[in-house]
């Protein structure tokens, strides 16, 4: 099976806050991995992939831990306009990408 | 930077009409993908097109689909018989070579069927 799970959430969290995400995937065959953020109504964009030596951008960090099948995002310092629906994406095979259902996140004032 | 590019932004049709979602890929990209999202739901893959052909495709692709890449540009989904459950955005996508290279996503098409 070629599923990626996700917390659906809602995660409300005040402006500043520091917020993981968790995506568990249930093929070990899985090869690649992905962040992306998706706004209301607008299309997927990538945030970052996810290297298995974990990497960094700015207040965004991603990792993969293949030995428990999950990748995390961790976002520092949140701010109001990081407010968005995040989306795990790994690849199977050489061409089929699915998309986790999404984790939504709302940064508060 | 270069995009993904579709058309119609906004598409209606009558129930058991024909549709052609058309796509234009980033131009050296060789990987090309449908997906669609039903509003409040996941993005679900629909399809994945390489060589001129279809590499994979989910069990919603059924014979009410296909896929075409008529020129060396565009990429379009037809819907043969729409139905009302057909209503979604549909959003194609491309890639570049490499394992780690990443979907990069057209505006969607939102397609109603009434």
């Known amino acids: 099976r070629k599923e990626v799970e996700q917390d659906p959430g809602p995660f409300n969290v005040p402006e500043g806050a520091t917020v993981a995400f968790n995506c568990t995937y249930s093929?070990?065959?899985?090869?690649?991995f992905f962040w992306y953020r998706q706004d209301c109504r607008k299309e997927p964009k990538l945030l970052m992939s996810?290297?298995?030596s974990g990497n960094e951008d700015g207040r965004f960090t991603a990792q993969l831990n293949r030995a428990s099948q999950y990748i995390s995002l961790l976002i520092r310092d949140s701010k109001l306009s990081d407010s968005a629906t995040y989306l795990c994406v790994g690849r199977y095979n050489n061409n089929d990408m699915r998309f986790g259902a999404g984790t939504r996140l709302t940064v508060k004032p | 930077e270069p995009e993904v590019t579709q058309t119609p932004s906004h598409q209606v049709t009558q129930m058991g009409q024909e549709v052609i979602l058309r796509c234009v890929p980033i131009s050296n990209h060789l990987y090309f993908y449908w997906y669609r999202q039903i509003l409040g739901q996941k993005v679900e893959f629909l399809v994945s097109?390489?060589?001129?052909?279809?590499?994979?495709k989910s069990e919603i692709f059924d014979d009410q689909f296909s896929v075409e890449r008529p020129d060396g540009s565009n990429f379009t989904l037809k819907i043969r018989s729409t139905k009302l459950e057909d209503s979604a955005m549909y959003f194609c996508a491309s890639r570049g070579e490499g394992a780690n290279s990443p979907l990069h996503f057209g505006n969607g098409t939102r397609l109603t069927v009434t």
């Open positions: 093929n070990s065959a899985s090869q690649s």
């Open positions: 996810v290297y298995s």
């Open positions: 097109f390489y060589n001129n052909e279809i590499s994979e």
